[in-house]
């Protein structure tokens, strides 16, 4: 296992080329249709993958969370996917995949892991609506590999989210909102996961900001060409439509380093202030992000550091125009 992922270091170098590195995994049968569905993770997420070790009982845990490990010396949380997404599998989780991401650690129990996938962004489809229905949101990507083979993309951050309580209401207060002379501003931002859309919601709300939110870079950038052609016709600038863009990540179909290199290439976004938004927080995430232009980086989830980007950035932006 540790030749698997040996050399994760250099994948990094894949980050702005639009594509990705999955680690499949399955869960076991699941018994509600008799099939062993794949899932996937991104390898950047991925610290290490061991055997699963002896995990000591913690109380007042959320259902999925199993208990806590010790690795080199640091407790870290372990939660069974295969009980957290619902199905009811019976074959041992022995394998345990620990990632690090959000400034969080953590162990995913699964069944097995399979091999790791080099994708572009492209292959990756946001998935249908039966899909999420049926997964409870927990799907945020999906992607078909020969034979018919269904691979799913987890929404890790909703894992996090609901099985370590960081989305306590505390995170959110003493956001204080933009005067009066703020608030026409309007932010475009762009994310997959659905936890993560409604944190920048709460955040933006918190601050009084209006929004426009789409599902992945593809369709932000869609949205973004529609309001630069508007802009055009009417004699306008983009920067005086669009106030600042926020983006992910990793997502389908467009990742954000290319939705922020097509903004900052595209002379019709002069102005426009650019943040990367990301769980994906190592440096080497970050310098990427400054190579294709973006102006600042704020690790997920953070919403006081967000809302205070965001505050220096759109009045930078606002006091621009006075």
Same mark, same amino acid.
């Given at each position: 296992?540790?030749? %698997?992922?040996?050399?994760?270091?250099?994948?990094?170098?894949?980050?702005?080329?639009?594509?990705?590195?999955?680690?499949?995994?399955?869960?076991?049968?699941?018994?509600?249709?008799?099939?062993?569905?794949?899932?996937?993770?991104?390898?950047?997420?991925?610290?290490?993958?061991?055997?699963?070790?002896?995990?000591?009982?913690?109380?007042?845990?959320? $259902?999925?969370?199993?208990?806590?490990?010790?690795?080199?010396?640091?407790?870290?949380?372990?939660?069974?996917?295969?009980?957290?997404?619902?199905?009811?599998?019976?074959?041992?989780?022995?394998?345990?995949?620990?990632?690090?991401?959000?400034?969080?650690?953590?162990?995913?129990?699964?069944?097995?892991?399979?091999?790791?996938?080099?994708?572009?962004?492209?292959?990756?489809?946001?998935?249908?609506?039966?899909?999420?229905?049926?997964?409870?949101?927990?799907?945020?990507?999906?992607?078909?590999?020969?034979?018919?083979?269904?691979?799913?993309?987890?929404?890790?951050? +909703?894992? %996090?989210?609901?099985?370590?309580?960081?989305?306590?209401?505390?995170?959110?207060?003493?956001?204080?909102?933009?005067?009066?002379?703020?608030?026409?501003?309007?932010?475009?931002?762009?994310?997959?996961?659905?936890?993560?859309?409604?944190?920048?919601?709460?955040?933006?709300?918190?601050?009084?900001?209006?929004?426009?939110?789409?599902?992945?870079?593809?369709?932000?950038?869609?949205?973004?060409?529609?309001?630069?052609?508007?802009?055009?016709?009417?004699?306008?600038?983009?920067?005086?439509?669009?106030? %600042?863009?926020?983006?992910?990540?990793?997502?389908?179909?467009?990742?954000?380093?290319?939705?922020?290199?097509?903004?900052?290439?595209?002379?019709?976004?002069?102005?426009?202030?650019?943040?990367?938004?990301?769980?994906?927080?190592?440096?080497?995430?970050?310098?990427?992000? +400054?190579?294709?232009?973006?102006?600042?980086?704020?690790?997920?989830?953070?919403?006081?550091?967000?809302?205070?980007?965001?505050?220096?950035?759109?009045?930078?932006? $606002?006091? $621009? +125009?006075?």
């Amino acid at each position: 296992m540790s030749e %698997l992922l040996k050399n994760i270091d250099a994948r990094t170098k894949l980050a702005g080329t639009n594509k990705l590195e999955i680690l499949l995994f399955t869960l076991g049968v699941d018994q509600r249709t008799g099939r062993r569905e794949t899932f996937g993770i991104n390898v950047f997420k991925v610290r290490e993958v061991m055997r699963t070790p002896a995990i000591t009982a913690a109380p007042e845990m959320p $259902s999925a969370v199993e208990g806590m490990v010790s690795l080199r010396g640091v407790l870290v949380p372990v939660v069974d996917l295969a009980k957290y997404v619902g199905i009811g599998a019976d074959t041992p989780r022995d394998i345990m995949i620990v990632t690090e991401y959000n400034g969080h650690t953590q162990g995913f129990l699964v069944e097995a892991v399979d091999t790791i996938l080099r994708l572009d962004w492209s292959q990756m489809r946001v998935p249908p609506d039966m899909l999420v229905a049926n997964m409870g949101g927990l799907v945020t990507a999906v992607t078909e590999l020969p034979g018919n083979k269904l691979v799913m993309m987890l929404d890790v951050e +909703k894992v %996090l989210s609901e099985t370590t309580r960081y989305d306590d209401e505390f995170m959110f207060q003493n956001i204080e909102p933009l005067d009066e002379s703020h608030r026409e501003l309007t932010v475009y931002f762009a994310d997959d996961s659905s936890v993560a859309r409604k944190q920048i919601i709460r955040t933006l709300d918190a601050l009084g900001v209006r929004y426009v939110s789409a599902v992945n870079g593809r369709a932000a950038w869609e949205e973004l060409k529609k309001v630069a052609a508007y802009a055009e016709s009417s004699g306008r600038k983009v920067k005086d439509l669009v106030s %600042l863009v926020l983006t992910d990540v990793e997502m389908p179909e467009m990742d954000g380093y290319i939705l922020t290199k097509n903004i900052k290439s595209d002379p019709r976004f002069e102005g426009v202030p650019v943040i990367m938004h990301s769980s994906l927080s190592g440096m080497s995430n970050q310098s990427l992000g +400054k190579s294709v232009g973006v102006d600042e980086y704020v690790p997920k989830f953070e919403p006081q550091r967000l809302a205070t980007t965001l505050r220096r950035l759109l009045k930078v932006k $606002s006091d $621009s +125009k006075e």
